[in-house]
């Protein structure tokens, strides 16, 4: 089993930075793709970036536009999104996963509880 728990949510002006961080504990991430998906109030839960098991291949939704990095770090156990540029519909709930690489919620197995971020002056 493994637990992931995500941090590093909170209210940011547009425009501004934030770097989401998901720590994983119970089973190592090392081999399994990693992904990241938001969920805005009333909407479906959406993709938004993944990461290969080796680290060598990212993907990102085409409403990132280059301002998501998604990384990780296997010695921590650590995957993290860094997001610039934010706007406030960037606004939603957002989770990590571990899984196989791909876009669709269904190649994830374990998810986080989600943290919260909001973008808004």
């Known amino acids: 089993q493994v637990q992931l728990v995500e941090s590093g949510g909170g209210m940011v002006q547009p425009g501004g930075s934030m770097r989401l961080s998901c720590a994983a504990s119970g089973r190592t991430i090392t081999y399994y793709a990693m992904g990241w998906f938001r969920q805005a109030p009333g909407k479906e839960r959406e993709f938004v970036a993944t990461?290969?098991?080796?680290?060598?291949?990212?993907y990102y939704a085409d409403f990132v536009e280059g301002r998501f990095t998604i990384s990780r770090d296997d010695v921590k156990n650590t995957v993290y999104l860094q997001m610039k540029s934010l706007k406030p519909e960037d606004t939603a709930a957002y989770y990590c996963a571990r899984g196989s690489f791909g876009r669709t919620a269904m190649q994830y197995t374990w998810w986080g509880q989600g943290t919260q971020v909001t973008v808004s002056s």
């Open positions: 990461i290969s098991g080796s680290g060598g291949s990212t």
